[in-house]
């Protein structure tokens, strides 16, 4: 088996995510034969590092020793079991941790098995909830601008990334939409904490003239990752929080990209001390071994559903797939190396290597910013430096750069023109430069006419 003799089968019967297929005409498409540490390792023995995490969700690496382990051990027991009327171990182990981990007040875990079923989990909980303490006018949602919750219709609806809802628009429910906190619209010498703060006047604003009809605020903490890494100051969660209290509406925080340390805490909602209602966890969860998600919520949520059944007041959603038996055993596993290894800790050096090694970026004529919060870091390539005038979208410049990263043997998938790192937290620090390295010279290269 070669790359060539698996990629023709692979474009003869499969259909990718996120991909237009004829571009696999003239680019290929790679069979990876086995992954370990940061590493990818394809048929032909080319190795690419995952500077990505595999779309977010790997965080101790491929082939984790200890990850494996438990999955070799779960698999002898239970595989999978339906989880209405049964339960298991580790679902509920599991439970009990994230219910430890996560801000206080969340005490309640529903799991779903991915992250846009946990989106549309959290928003029919809140719908649900109102409907049950007899405020049913409750309809609608607040997301913001730039926001991206999932490609389900809900969470398709409650995002606002143009490119993957425009073509959906006549099939979603209609939202109300608010202008965003993303501090790279911020004036010359205007800080993140008073752009965002300023910018969050036009929430209040929109909670003081709807929360009559609102359910609920959706929104990703600190960093609008899929919304081209946008990233913004906790401030903005701090006044949300209040503000929601004051409006009584509900506050959904999406963690399903930031959660598990990838901003530098545990989770992004602790940089701002706040709790929410719900709070949407995927992807890391697993330590990106396995689909999984949860919902964690309170218990004056869980309490508005438990009633006699003739009321007819219960969650009734489902997935087959529910609280799966190997997914939640990753799941613990990876919370134990958190654990074992004190990674947040940890991470703090690596995250301040990722800075020092793209802090030139910024000196490039064609680069308009450097940002950073915690393990993620987002450079974002402009035609004009000055008016920060963006390159077409149809010149497709990351996409360059990701070619050229390839051949180089780093793995880089940058959003429209923004180029961002996300690696595993077991990367070393030659390999924090390998990416660097790679990413500035692909960024000469994609940019040089
Ligand atoms: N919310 C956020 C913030 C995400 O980044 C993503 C996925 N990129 C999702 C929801 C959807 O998760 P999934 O792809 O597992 O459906």
């Given at each position: 088996m070669s790359n060539q003799s698996l990629s023709k089968r692979d474009l003869s019967v499969l259909w990718h995510p996120c991909?237009?297929?004829?571009d696999h005409e003239s680019s290929a498409i790679i069979p990876i034969k086995k992954a370990y540490g940061v590493w990818l390792e394809d048929f032909d023995g080319n190795r690419y590092l995952d500077a990505i995490s595999s779309w977010w969700v790997?965080?101790?690496?491929?082939?984790?020793p200890h990850i494996n382990a438990a999955l070799k051990d779960q698999i002898d027991h239970l595989e999978q079991v339906i989880f209405a009327g049964f339960s298991h171990e580790p679902a509920i182990k599991l439970a009990e941790q994230l219910v430890a981990v996560t801000?206080?007040?969340?005490?309640r875990c529903f799991y779903a098995d991915n992250g846009s079923a946990a989106v549309e989990v959290a928003l029919k909980m809140s719908f649900h909830y109102w409907r049950n303490n007899?405020?049913?006018?409750?309809?609608k949602f607040i997301t913001l601008e730039n926001s991206y919750h999932g490609e389900t219709l809900g969470a398709l609806a409650v995002g606002n990334v143009a490119l993957y809802k425009e073509t959906y628009a006549p099939l979603l429910m209609e939202v109300i939409t608010v202008p965003g906190?993303?501090?790279?619209?911020?004036?010359?010498?205007?800080?993140w904490a008073d752009y965002s703060t300023r910018r969050f006047a036009l929430m209040e604003q929109t909670l003081q003239q709807h929360a009559e009809s609102v359910c609920a605020v959706i929104i990703e903490p600190l960093v609008q990752c899929a919304g081209n890494m946008r990233m913004y100051d906790p401030i903005y969660l701090s006044l949300l929080r209040a503000a929601c209290d004051k409006y009584q509406v509900h506050l959904i925080v999406d963690?399903?990209?930031?959660?598990?340390?990838?901003?530098?805490?545990?989770?992004?909602?602790e940089q701002a001390a706040i709790s929410p209602d719900f709070m949407c966890l995927s992807k890391g969860l697993t330590g990106g071994y396995l689909p999984l998600s949860a919902v964690m919520t309170t218990n004056k949520i869980y309490q508005a559903f438990?009633?006699?059944?003739?009321?007819?007041?219960?969650?009734l959603h489902s997935h087959s797939?529910?609280?799966n038996a190997l997914a939640c055993r990753a799941g613990l596993a990876s919370l134990e190396l958190f654990q074992q290894n004190n990674v947040i800790e940890n991470n703090k050096r690596l995250a301040a290597i990722m800075k020092t090694m793209t802090a030139?970026?910024?000196?490039?004529?064609?680069?308009?910013e450097v940002r950073q919060i915690g393990m993620i870091v987002a450079i974002e390539l402009v035609k004009?430096?000055?008016?920060?005038?963006?390159?077409?979208?149809?010149?497709r410049r990351g996409l360059k750069v990701y070619q050229y990263a390839l051949t180089k043997g780093v793995l880089l998938r940058p959003l429209g023109n923004v180029i961002y790192f996300m690696p595993?937290?077991?990367?070393?620090e030659e390999e924090l430069y390998i990416i660097a390295k790679v990413a500035f010279d692909g960024i000469q290269w994609a940019l040089k006419d």
């Open positions: 991909t237009q297929m004829k790997n965080l101790f690496g491929h082939a984790n801000p206080p007040g969340l005490k007899n405020q049913a006018q409750k309809t906190p993303d501090c790279y619209h911020r004036e010359s010498g205007e800080s963690e399903i990209a930031v959660g598990f340390g990838r901003t530098g805490t545990l989770f992004a909602c438990y009633d006699d059944y003739h009321k007819l007041n219960a969650f797939y529910t609280g030139h970026f910024i000196e490039h004529p064609h680069v308009a004009n430096k000055l008016s920060k005038e963006p390159y077409p979208w149809q010149e595993p937290y077991v990367i070393s």
